[in-house]
């Protein structure tokens, strides 16, 4: 699955959501995960309701976003969107938090997670 997260420098989640510039967008499985790719924020309005949705539309095939900091309004935006915000609250290792991640992956992971998993996977089939 998509995971992206707010840092400046790749190696800690040390951003705000509304303030980070960029995203590292990571695809983390059970048993690998790799750097995808740094996705920058396209140019918005000064109004903060654009800077959120600004962001939430270049995460958008995303399941989830880990950040440092996060506002109520712009978590409800990603929620809307099927994406789920964690929030570290202090700087913590980039590498760290995957490698936990991936830990709750191999076990069982909790209902949300489990739906995040199969964000952008087909729920139903049509027949012909």
């Known amino acids: 699955m998509k995971i992206a997260f707010t840092t400046s420098t790749g190696e800690v ?10 995203f590292h967008v990571w695809e983390v ?5 790799q750097f995808l790719e740094k996705v920058s924020v396209p140019e918005h309005g000064n ?4 800077r959120i949705a600004a962001r939430a539309r270049v995460l958008s095939d995303c399941a989830i976003v880990y950040t440092m900091q ?11 969107q099927k994406i789920h915000p964690m929030k570290t609250n202090a700087e913590v290792s980039l590498k760290e938090t995957v490698e936990r991640f991936q830990e709750v992956l191999r076990g069982t992971p909790p209902p949300w997670l489990r ?3 199969n964000k952008g996977l087909a729920t139903s089939f049509l027949e012909d």
């Open 70 to 80: 996060i506002g109520g309004p712009a978590a409800a935006k990603l929620v809307a």
């Open 29 to 33: 499985g059970p048993d690998e995960a």
């Open 115 to 117: 739906k995040a998993m």
């Open 47 to 50: 109004d903060e309701e654009d």
């Open 13 to 22: 989640i040390d951003q705000h959501f509304g303030q980070c510039q960029s």
